[in-house]
């Protein structure tokens, strides 16, 4: 079993498309600015061990800035070795270098490796495993050593990283002498078994084991939750916690309220939550591929299909956004779902969506259901590619649904914590490995397509090649031509997925009586595969739609899609709104029309919407009234004219001027 992270080099973006052209800018231009970000910021330096000015400032507690410096580093690693895949480029290289040295030169003589405990606080090592991501830190160090490796075809990195890993199994474990310890960041879970599987690294395997079936062990170690044994140890009072925990003696903030396979609704940081589920649903994968035995596969399979459906169902945005809590960056309780924080919250963290986006691409393997390729495609083309301006320079970490004068619409060139950054450049940098997975079986080969754009993959089976191309102009049409190259003795198969809003509706040229979908899969056997060797299929859902949030959430709104993308309206667009678009509705039977636009700044084409619409008026009191009663009456609000809105695709807010004023949800009338 392979990631994407190590497939993605078998295919090749060979054509135009939105995929593409974002991938291109952040090879241009996203990858050398972040690197400038590192230096001017002293990420860049911190593994050469020198002590900086930002060491000594512990006004952010209790994780200090530089604390997460290791991850930042470490993920601009990993994608700068995904891009130069690509293409190389010598000041990239020459960056990666020099780092993989300074990190090589940071490690101390036991193994250990972290900078924030070797420079600021060396006597302090794994006394808040909870809050201080040192395995964090450690899990991302992991994936830039396997990315560093790949590319470059040494060990430079990934020795003294394994290194690591065997000196953290040596702390941390069921010894009585062990700690009984998991991150209080999940990460390092995920990042370890891709170590397992791409070195065979059983110590890898056992560690991130022994930390899923660990967490939320009530009675861990001498007979206390891990957690509170560790407080007790520093001897923290219980009352004094971070902002992020809302309450004493309580741990769902870190998914460690339970046991995962007790856990019945998401919770938490929501960042964390994918990542722990994205680890667990890669031990349950090595066990469904016959590559090493996990004990209670189904509980915990069953386990990560409760927690996805309730985080679908009754916790996610129409964009794909999870994390309605500002207070701790993640999950609220179930269908509360404010579109932004002046309506009390809206968090909707970059990387939480790119975790969503990793947690599906893995359930695929155990499930081959249409849902979480669905889910895949609505993250990665609205919560996701929001996250990152059409010049690639700046980047969104809160990705609210409607804006507000305290929080208006707007980007930022880098962040304090800035883990959103590099983490969209990773996650393109390696998008061919999410397009679509395959295998053979002997002269039995098979292709599953979870997204559509213009790009080709090429895989051996036996010692001859198959390769299956795809052309197409998505995410703005629904054709989609497919061209197959495969040996005269080889029996393909293909499943084409049917998004869940096309509702069923397809037409295959040259049709296949006998085609059948399979949970939203179109499968096309070897008859039909190896009689057209080129076809197409138009998939419908391309006209515009509305669509709303769950009754249960309160939000009486209308929202415009059209194919899998999530529309919104801007002031730059809608001049003559002044209080982001609060007070503006539209109805479900007014005709949408659309229009070709383009970007001035970029070029960049692509469909606008237009409706009409409806402003509500409300007649305030007089301030001579005020404090008499609670709301209004009824006739107290009307409705005072229309205008024209124009609506763009969600990802491209933020990027054309204007005064910060933008909402996805419009009233409903």
């Known amino acids: 079993m392979a990631h994407p992270q190590t497939l993605f080099t078998q295919t090749e973006f060979h054509g135009p498309s939105l995929l593409q052209s974002r991938r291109s800018t952040i090879a241009r231009s996203t990858v050398k600015a972040q690197l400038q970000k590192l230096k001017d910021t002293g990420r860049y330096y911190c593994f050469s061990l020198k002590r900086q000015p930002i060491y000594d400032d512990r006004s952010r507690w209790p994780c200090p800035a ?35 040295d300074m990190i090589r030169g940071a490690q101390q003589e036991d193994g ?91 110590v890898a395997y056992d560690l991130a084991r022994y930390f899923v079936e660990e967490r939320g062990n009530k009675t861990g170690q001498d007979g206390l939750p891990y957690y509170d044994w560790e407080r007790r140890q520093r001897g923290d009072s219980p009352w004094t916690r971070s902002d992020s925990y809302q309450m004493h003696d309580s741990n769902w903030y870190n998914q460690a309220h339970a046991p995962i396979l007790e856990q019945k609704s998401v919770e938490g940081h929501a960042v964390r939550a994918m990542y722990l589920l994205t680890g667990v649903a890669d031990l349950v994968c090595l066990d469904e591929l016959g590559i090493q035995s996990f004990a209670r596969k189904g509980d915990y399979h069953e386990a990560l299909t409760r927690l996805w459906n309730n985080m679908v169902d009754k916790k996610m945005y129409l964009t794909g956004g999870i994390g309605s809590m500002w207070q701790w960056e993640g999950f609220g309780i179930d269908y509360f779902l404010p579109q932004g924080s002046d309506e009390g919250g809206c968090y909707n963290e970059t990387c939480a969506s790119i975790g969503v986006i990793m947690l599906a691409e893995r359930l695929l393997h155990l499930d081959l ?24 320079t700046e980047f969104t970490y809160v990705n609210q649904l409607a804006s507000s004068d305290a929080d208006r619409n707007r980007r930022e060139d880098w962040f304090d914590t800035s883990c959103c950054p590099p983490n969209v450049m990773r996650l393109f940098g390696s998008l061919g490995g999410y397009l679509w997975d395959y295998g053979c079986k002997g002269k039995d080969a098979y292709v599953n397509v979870h997204l559509y754009t213009t790009a080709k993959v090429t895989f051996p089976v036996d010692d001859e090649q198959i390769v299956l191309e795809q052309k197409s102009n998505w995410p703005w049409e629904g054709n989609v031509l ?42 096309l056997p070897p008859a039909y595969t190896t009689a057209n060797k080129a076809f197409s299929i138009q998939i419908d859902g391309f006209q515009p739609r509305f669509i709303s949030p769950h009754p249960y959430t309160n939000q009486n709104t209308l929202t415009l899609a059209r194919g899998p993308l999530i529309y919104c309206v801007e002031d730059v667009d809608n001049p003559w709104e002044q209080n982001h678009f609060r007070n503006v509705g539209i109805r479900s039977d007014s005709k949408v029309t659309e229009r070709d636009e383009e970007v001035d700044q970029t070029g960049e084409r692509y469909i606008a919407l237009r409706s009409a ?31 024209v809105l124009t609506f763009i695709p969600y990802y491209l807010r933020a990027n054309r001027g204007g005064e910060g004023h933008m909402r996805v949800g419009l009233l409903k009338r």
């Not at 470490?74 to 480029?89: H, R």
């Not at 808040?128 to 490796?149: F, K, M, P, T």
């Open 66 to 100: 530089p604390m997460y410096w290791d991850s930042d580093v470490a993920k601009w690693i990993e994608g700068a070795c995904y891009l130069l895949s690509d293409a190389y480029d010598a000041e990239v290289d020459a960056a990666v270098r020099e780092l993989a």
């Open 112 to 202: 250990y490796l972290n900078t924030w405990f070797t420079i600021a606080e060396p006597g302090k090592r794994w006394t808040n495993i909870r809050d201080q991501h040192e395995l964090y830190n450690a899990g991302h160090l992991v994936e830039a050593a396997l990315a560093h490796s790949n590319y470059y075809k040494n060990n430079i990195l990934l020795e003294p990283i394994e290194k690591y890993v065997r000196y953290i199994s040596t702390v941390i474990g069921p010894g009585p002498d062990q700690k009984h310890a998991y991150p209080g960041h999940p990460e390092t879970e995920l990042a370890l078994l891709r170590l397992y599987t791409a070195t065979g690294n059983q």
């Open 369 to 392: 259901n249409s849902k979480y390729a669905d889910i895949m495609e609505l993250c990665l083309y609205n919560a996701v590619m929001t996250g990152l301006s059409l010049e690639g």
């Open 482 to 523: 497919i061209l197959l190259q495969a040996p005269t003795s080889a029996s393909v198969t293909l499943r084409l997925r049917i998004p869940s809003w096309a509702r069923g509706k397809f037409t295959l040229t040259p049709s296949y009586k006998s085609a059948k979908l399979e949970k939203g899969y179109l499968v």
């Open 613 to 643: 619409c409806w402003i509500r008026e409300i007649d305030d009191r007089a301030e001579s009234e005020s404090g008499v009663e609670p709301g209004l009456s009824y006739p107290e609000t009307g409705v005072t004219g229309q205008e």
